[in-house]
């Protein structure tokens, strides 16, 4: 903990002047007075992602036309991405595609693990998981139709749901709403030794922290491309296979990509072999080629330096919430134990967590709000300030302070919040 009391903002300045990750915000265009703290829902946009559009739709697209699928590499572009992007996250050569949403991935690995555990009928998942993941599971579960059951625990209650009647453990890595970071080692370990499979959602993690997917023995993973990887919005998301599971396991959106010679239009189905039967169909390639210029970031640091800034970060918001924002009914809702948490803070204020988000916005700060009460900042090593924590939590104080938020312009509720 910070001794906030005798903090100044000009020590700040000073520890953005001393940050070795400094100079990575230059590789972002972000606009000018702004504060963003909302790239753990969507990652601002790499200066580079504006060439490569114009490349891409000049000269791959407008010019070479269809010859680009191979002479611009477009075809393989979800195997090329996902070799780079899976340093990040703890997986070898061939084990990660860049390809389709987080959603859709998830059904083809959950399906992928309850067929390699055919005897088994329960998949065990976190109830106060972002909703698609459970929503995408239940309706699988439902179209099977052959009696499997989610059995959902909370972070504590994980570890004892897992029986040797489980299928497949699938979770998510740091929950979107509170920033708790789960034990992967520990549960997959736990899972294995039940005989299931263990499958995770690392929506909030990829490019938050480091992950190590083999070092746990993960057998499956999901993620996003669009929040902490910079990859635009709506980019393609991501999903791992280990090795060991690549030559057996088989999922069911069998659309030609996953065959295994597509361009012999043949009849029948023939899964590709290894990792390629987990792509479906024709890939988005103008939104995938963007998720190159926000891996190519990541490639100027490591996750060790990504990790040890966003500790600081978010060590440093919590403790001046704590100090300043406590007298109005705020409270933190994030882990204060740096290794427990993400890259996010959840502030829970119960009197209206909407308004006073929207009135920081309005302000140049940009948060988001998660229902029924959270108030949730994401802080991004690549670009985020010591002094923009500050300022933060500066304006926070005043729109609590003055009243600001209970104007009822800030009451109208938006389509996304
Ligand atoms: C953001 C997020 C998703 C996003 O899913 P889409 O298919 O991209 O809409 C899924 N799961 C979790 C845990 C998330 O945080």
Known sequence: MTDTRNLTRDALAAMDAADPLAPLRDEFDLPEGVIYLDG??????????????????????????????????????????????????????????????????????????????????????????????NYMAQGLVDFLGRGHEIRFAEKDEIMDAIDDTVAAVCLTHVHYKTGHLLDMAAITEKAHKAGAIAIWDLCHSAGALPVDLNGAKADF??????????????????????????????????????????????????????????????????????????LDVFLKTDMAAIRKKSQALTGLFIDLADERLARFGVTVATPRDADARGSQVALSFADGGYPVIKALIERGVIGDFRAPDIMRFGFTPLYTRYTDVWDAIETLAYILDSGLWREARFRAQDAVT
Not at 109 to 117: C, D, M, N, P, Q
Not at 227 to 240: E, Q, R, S, V
Not at 252 to 268: E, M, N
Request: charged share 20%; with cysteine; proline share 7%.
């Open 40 to 133: 753990n829902s969507l990652g601002a946009a790499p200066k580079a992602a504006m060439a490569r559009a114009e490349r891409l739709i000049r000269q791959e697209w407008a010019t070479d036309l269809i010859k680009s699928w191979n002479t611009a590499g477009w075809y393989e572009l979800p195997r090329r991405l996902g070799n780079k992007l899976a340093p990040l996250v703890g997986a070898g050569d061939d084990e990660v595609l860049v390809t389709d949403a987080t959603g859709v991935n998830l059904f083809k690995v959950l399906a992928a693990a309850l067929a390699l555990r055919p005897e088994r009928r329960v998949i065990v998942m976190e109830g106060s998981n972002f909703p698609t993941d």
């Open 221 to 294: 993973a999901v993620g996003c491309g669009y929040k902490y990887l910079n990859g635009g919005p709506g980019a393609p998301a991501f999903l791992f296979v280990a090795k060991r599971h690549q030559e057996a396991a088989r999922q069911p959106l069998t659309g030609w990509w996953s065959h295994k010679a597509p361009f012999d239009f043949t009849r029948d189905y023939a899964p590709a072999p290894a990792l390629t039967k987990f792509l479906t169909g024709t890939q988005p390639i103008t939104s995938l080629a963007l998720v190159e210029a926000g």
